[in-house]
């Protein structure tokens, strides 16, 4: 899970990245809770919520 600004065309290299695109944010709970993420990310997604409130 990462936040980018990117000004050319993103071509994630097909050895490295399983799948790539872009999500909306109201749809990435769902998708943390269906895909399986590296454990990591799963931390860090549950620290961006506790910012929250």
Request: charged content about 25%.
């Amino acid at each position: 899970m990462h936040e980018a600004l990117i000004t050319g065309t993103p071509s994630p290299d097909p050895g490295e990245v399983a799948w790539w695109g872009w999500v909306e944010e109201e749809a990435l709970p769902g998708l943390m809770a269906r895909w399986p993420f590296v454990p990591d990310s799963v931390e860090a997604y549950a620290r961006y919520r506790a910012l929250d409130g």
